[in-house]
């Protein structure tokens, strides 16, 4: 037993907790849609948190949470929120200890290979995984990647920066 919750116990708590749910407004019921400006890339670490790490109150920025905090799977989701909120800045997000230092998708491929023998070699090869061995360069990568995107708008380039942040210390450092 690990003590965490199963998915039944989860969606028995969600029962009990919607007796105390405020309805949410519908986009056509509200006067002034309270839009985000930020995105933010980061990590779904329960330690890089941007909830946390921010101290962000609901809907004043949206988070995109992913295995280590890369931009490629999400990139084209940056497009389409852009065109509903115009954003102006894209906040990426690498953390110290994050899992992606302590395994490779080499790893990630061979353990595919033995679990999933139909499938061949060139094909798992060519499976596009997270990866990176070093946390500042990593970042730099993912804010070259949104700044050489040719579907991002110049304005929302314009507003791309990567931090790294320090599990322990709490605090963020800018990357240039
Ligand atoms: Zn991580």
Redesign the pocket.
Known sequence: MSGQPSVTELLQRNERLSAWHRPQKYFAELNTPNKPKILIVS???P??APEEIFGLQHAEALSFRN???KVDSIINDLVSLDFMLNCENVIVI??T????LHFTADNVRQKLQQQLPEVTKMEVDSLALPEFSELEESVREDVRTLKNYKFLRQGLKDGVLGFVYDVKSGLLKKIE
């Not at 200890?97 to 992606?100: F, P, S």
Request: with cysteine.
């Open positions: 990590c779904l670490d330690r890089s295995v280590g905090g690498h953390h200890d994050c899992a992606l």
